[in-house]
């Protein structure tokens, strides 16, 4: 492997020192596999690995209805699911999932319409992806190989907060499966009528950083820990608030005066180099304005709570913690600016619009996941996943048309098992 990076220097000094850890002496967190919580005995893992697929079923019942209702407008509470054909409600055991659907052997019990297999699959498809992350994260060296890190072993300034041991994976893997049914549900959307619904795409942009700092989100790349602490000859750390403040109001504001003058070039761009068969409204703009808007908001919102963690929390946990936070932000702008650009460009390159702007807004949030360098390896592997695809189809000529939201799912959950390896194999030594 590379040489030690600072980060892990620093923490290492720290916790021999207890100059910043306050006489706390544990083992280093953030390497791979060494996790201080003791493993469950196995017949624990299966049974907890059991319960969450379980559980997963019943998650992909409820998302099922949810991307089915939430594209029609329709509540995804009430009413109770019942058969589109005849209107017959379904009745407790109906609704239990995979084994209702076998029971009435794929048809309503009333009318006998066929109720497809996707839901099924749906189902089974859940179950399996919930028993999967709750077993990496439960036990993050159950899987060989390059998997072996990443966002799923829990967050290092929780395990640097004193709180009980099993919050760490409890924590993320709530946060994890949350981000995959997430994206299960925004990528099935998308691929049936083609939008991303703001409430979705919004709404984890709001959430994206608390879910973030659940989980391990600096896999990828490194963080300059001199922004955090001034270390001296000896090692002693002290955390340096003023310094990373004005790092990350710097970096923030720079990037949210840039998104403002965006708006400017959005017209000029749209305005002028749109195909004529493609008409660029004022109402267009006006949606991509409020957009841009609401970003600006929320990444206003976590800089100032990114702020009161660096000034408030003593200790190793809150510098830590800052930093998380800090790599949430930056990746959600980094997700937020590589593919607005890439889309700006095209636009002017193609004569057409080479933008979804749907795929900025969701790509964004993933980035507070993989962090500034991870959420650009996101981008890259859905970009070659959908050349990749499309040169298949081109070949078998089918005509359909795939959009890019589910490809930056795939990139995403790509970039998360596989970034960590392959930035530290070939781009880490090059930047060093
Ligand atoms: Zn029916």
Redesign the pocket.
């Known amino acids: 492997m590379a040489a030690a990076s600072p980060t892990r220097n620093w923490l290492q000094a720290a916790s021999r020192t207890g100059t910043v850890s306050q006489g706390e002496n544990l083992p280093w967190p953030l390497a791979p596999g060494s996790s201080r919580l003791a493993l469950p005995a196995m017949s624990d893992l299966a049974i907890a690995v059991a319960i969450a697929g379980v559980f997963g079923t019943l998650i992909g019942s409820f998302l099922n209805v949810v991307t089915w209702r939430m594209p029609r407008n329709q509540s995804v509470v009430t009413p109770p699911s019942r ?1 589109p ?2 209107g ?1 409600g379904l009745s407790w055991w109906e609704n239990l999932p995979v084994i209702g659907w076998l029971a009435l052997r794929g048809h ?1 019990r ?2 006998d ?1 066929a109720i497809h297999p996707r839901y099924l699959l749906m189902e089974l498809a859940v179950g399996a992806l919930t028993a999967g992350v709750v077993l990496l994260c439960l036990d993050p060296v159950a899987v060989p190989g390059v998997l072996g890190h990443g966002p799923w072993q829990g967050a290092p300034w929780l395990m640097k907060s004193g709180w009980p041991g099993w919050l760490v994976p409890a924590l993320s893997a709530s946060a994890l499966l949350t981000l995959v049914w997430y994206l299960l549900v925004a990528s099935i959307i998308d691929l049936e009528h083609t939008i991303i619904p703001d409430e979705l795409s919004k709404g984890m942009q709001l959430i994206a950083p608390v879910l973030a700092v659940c989980t391990y989100n600096c896999a990828i790349g490194t963080f300059p820990i001199d922004w955090l602490v001034r270390i001296n000859e000896i090692g002693h750390a002290t955390p340096t608030p003023g310094v990373f403040s004005l790092w990350l109001v710097g970096i923030v504001g720079g990037a949210a005066l840039l998104l403002w003058l965006s708006e400017a070039c959005l017209r000029l761009v749209y305005e002028r180099y749109m195909a004529p068969n493609e008409p660029w409204t004022p109402d267009d703009t006006r949606g991509v304005v409020v957009g841009v808007r609401w970003f600006q908001t929320v990444i206003a919102l976590w800089t100032v709570l990114t702020l009161i963690v660096a000034w408030s929390l003593p200790g190793v946990a809150g510098v830590i913690l800052a930093m998380q936070l800090a790599l949430a932000v930056f990746g959600m702008l980094a997700g937020w600016w590589s593919l607005y650009l890439v889309g700006l460009i095209g636009t002017v390159a193609f004569r057409r619009n080479a933008m979804g702007f749907g795929d900025v807004k969701l790509l964004a949030p993933l980035g507070a996941f993989l962090g500034p360098f991870g959420v650009l390896y996101a981008l890259a592997f859905a970009s070659v996943l959908g050349s990749v695809i499309g040169i298949v189809l081109l070949a078998l000529r089918r005509t359909v048309q795939i959009p890019f939201g589910p490809y930056l799912a795939l990139g995403a959950i790509a970039a998360m098992a596989l970034a960590p390896a392959v930035h530290a194999r070939l781009l880490a030594p090059l930047l060093n």
């Open positions: 058969c054909v005849c017959t309503c009333h009318c319409t």
